[in-house]
Every structure is written in structure tokens, then in C-alpha cells.
């Protein structure tokens, strides 16, 4: 008899011991998912760089030689804020920047006396070939082609002329 009365003690310090720890394991659960939670806020694993990359490309063909900025042959200095139309209508762009076999962006630049005027301007491109391939696509808003468009105020010589005016680059990218 005196044993039972000890077994039945041991029972009831057993449950009120997992009793006591029921609100400390319920915690630690919910810390466990709240930590989860927050790590996978903040890992993101997919990132992504179009916007970034036509960024790129904007700034390789107004800085970079060969681009689309007035080059003085004398000095050897580019001035990226000035665009000699009779220069840039014979430089090649598909050579201002090294990208081999570029199948992955392409853009049309434009420069004219307006903000977004494209009747009236003059047009380069940049990889023309893929730029009319992915074009059509861009206005179906179904494709798999995204457009990036930025406009920026310039001055252009035309005919040993300066004026003030806008460039606008149109740049198109697969999303792939």
C-alpha cells in the first residue's frame, strides 16, 4: 500500500512537471516560427538586376568611349554632356560597349529639341538587330521582354551648332 501511494506521487510530479513546461515549449515553438519567418523576410533569393542592367548600359554608351557623347579628337577627352549628331550617326554603339554575341540587351537612343519627342529626332541603336526582334513584344505586355526608358537633358551639336534638347534611351531585355 505504501508503495502505490509513492508511484501515484511520482505520476503527479511527472504531469505537473510537463504541465509547468507545456508554456515554455509552446514559447520556444513560437519563437522557432517567428525566427523562420524574419530569415526568410530577409534572404531574398531572387533579385532583380534589369533595372540595374540598363543602368549599366545608359552609362557605358554616355561615358564611355566610342558612345554617343562629343569626342575631340585633339584632346582626346569625351564631354558626356554634349552629343555631336555627325559623329554619332558614324560611330558604331554595338562596338562602344564589348559584349560578345550580345543576345540579352538592346536599346534605340534618340535625341531631339523636345522631352519625348521621337517624330522629330535622331535615332541610334544600340544591337538594332535584337532591338526590332524584341520591340513588338515589349507593346503586347505579354512577352517575355521588359522596356526600360530614361530621358536625360543634353546639349547636341549639329552642324558645329549647340543647342539644348533631350536624349531618350529605350532600352528592351529579355526577361529570360
Known sequence: MLRLSIKNGRRGIVSFNFIAMLPRIIFLVVMLVVCVVLIRMFISDRMQTRDIQAEILIDGLIYGPGGLSYYDPVNGRSYPGIIDIDQAQKANLDLALYFPKNMFI???????KEKEDEENSWKFYYNREWYE???????????????YKRTLPVIYMKDSELKSGYVTYEVVQPKG
Open 133 to 147: 526582334n524584341w520591340e513588338p513584344l515589349v507593346k503586347l505586355y505579354v512577352g517575355g521582354v521588359v522596356s
Open 106 to 112: 538592346a536599346a534605340k537612343i534618340y535625341v531631339s
